[in-house]
Nanobody, 121 residues
């Protein structure tokens, strides 16, 4: 059974930094794309940043220049370094990984349980 577990959320003042981590566990053949999403109260879940298996990254406009996504394939982990945080970054942050369980099987999306990030003075 594949599980994704996030950590690193919390309360931070505007202008501060946080580093989110997400690690996958369980039996799997490979992990393709990894990404971070967020959902603020009353809003739809949105993509924050993603990274392909070859390292290509994509960011939502509001995250460009402030957030950095990275991955460690050996550790089955993805990270999100968030700097210059703003109150509008407040949300529950979720990691998502596209995982292939078996060598000839399909690839499925797996989600973490979410970690709360609150930016407030």
């Amino acid at each position: 059974q594949v599980q994704l577990v996030e950590s690193g959320g919390g309360l931070v003042q505007p202008g501060g930094s946080l580093r989110l981590s997400c690690v996958a566990s369980g039996s799997m053949f490979s992990i393709d794309d990894m990404g971070w999403y967020r959902q603020a109260p009353g809003k739809e879940r949105e993509l924050v940043a993603s990274q392909t298996i070859i390292g290509t990254t994509d960011y939502t406009n509001s995250a460009k220049g402030r957030f950095t996504i990275s991955r460690d394939n050996d550790k089955k982990s993805v990270y999100l370094q968030m700097n210059s945080l703003k109150p509008e970054d407040t949300a529950v942050y979720y990691c998502k990984m596209k995982i292939k369980i078996r060598i000839y099987g399909d690839t499925y999306d797996y989600w973490g349980q979410g970690t709360q990030v609150t930016v407030s003075s």
